[in-house]
């Protein structure tokens, strides 16, 4: 079946311009999770959603970044007056909930270049 | 905190040959797995791996197996018969919690591969 899909596949924008990044998980897997990818930070959790749970927002790194999924399928992580230090790669993972390994599936990635 | 350790520099190896990629962890949770990911060049990240922190035996997938010393909080990666596409970023990560849980992921820096031909 088809795989995490992520658009756009490549952002570029001019600091201080706000962004959206869209995830679409594995069809049935309830859990969706971001991550940030950075060549300084290394791969860093931002948030995660379980079903109807609140979210975990422990990873996101400042009030600019925000998330919702809407009817327990598809993402929007948004960043708000974007600035340089955010551009990097960001990803998406979902993951089925109680089962077995919790195994997470990556998308290809959003390359968020700002400028 | 948990923490994933990944310290060895660019691996080299001959194509056939086998080779051994570190990862080391600290937590304090007796429950947790540890997963290892590829990501090629062309940047997507690929599930390899798994092994719970109560598994008994060390995991298998194909040319891929774990080699888990709970004692020593390690869970090296072996790669067998190492072919030309192996040549990637290896990241070992570790998810902490019961398994059907969920949650977060945290990654080690990463070990880059490259298969020599």
């Known amino acids: 079946g088809a795989g995490v899909s992520q658009s756009p596949s490549n952002k570029v924008t001019e600091k201080g311009k706000d962004v959206e990044l869209r995830c679409d998980p594995i069809?049935?897997?309830?859990?969706l999770y971001w991550y940030r990818q950075s060549l300084g930070q290394g791969l860093e959790f931002l948030i995660y959603?379980?079903?109807?749970?609140?979210?975990?927002k422990s990873g996101l790194p400042s009030d600019r970044f925000s998330a919702e999924r809407t009817g327990g399928s598809v993402s929007t992580l948004t960043i708000q007056r974007t600035q340089q230090e955010d551009s990097a790669v960001y990803l998406c993972?979902?993951?089925?909930f109680g089962q077995g390994t919790d195994t997470q599936y990556f998308g290809p990635g959003t390359r968020l270049t700002v400028l | 905190a948990q923490k994933i350790t990944q310290t060895q520099p660019g691996m080299f190896v001959q194509e056939k040959e086998a080779v051994t990629l570190d990862c080391t962890y600290d937590?304090?949770?007796?429950?947790?797995?540890l997963f290892w990911y590829k990501q090629p060049s062309s940047g997507e990240m690929i599930f390899l791996i798994y092994?719970?922190?109560?598994?008994?035996q060390n995991a298998t997938e194909g040319r891929y197996s774990l080699n888990f010393q709970k004692a020593r909080k390690s869970a090296n990666l072996v790669i067998s018969a190492s072919q030309l596409g192996d040549s990637a970023m290896y990241f070992c990560?570790?998810?902490?919690?019961?398994?059907?849980?969920?949650?977060?992921?945290?990654f080690g820096k990463g070990i880059t591969l490259s298969v020599r031909p």
């Open positions: 993972a979902s993951s089925l």
């Open positions: 937590t304090s949770d007796p429950s947790y797995g």
């Open positions: 990560a570790m998810e902490v919690g019961l398994t059907g849980a969920n949650s977060k992921l945290t």
């Open positions: 959603f379980q079903g109807n749970s609140a979210p975990d």
């Open positions: 069809s049935g897997h309830t859990a």
């Open positions: 092994q719970g922190s109560y598994d008994q």
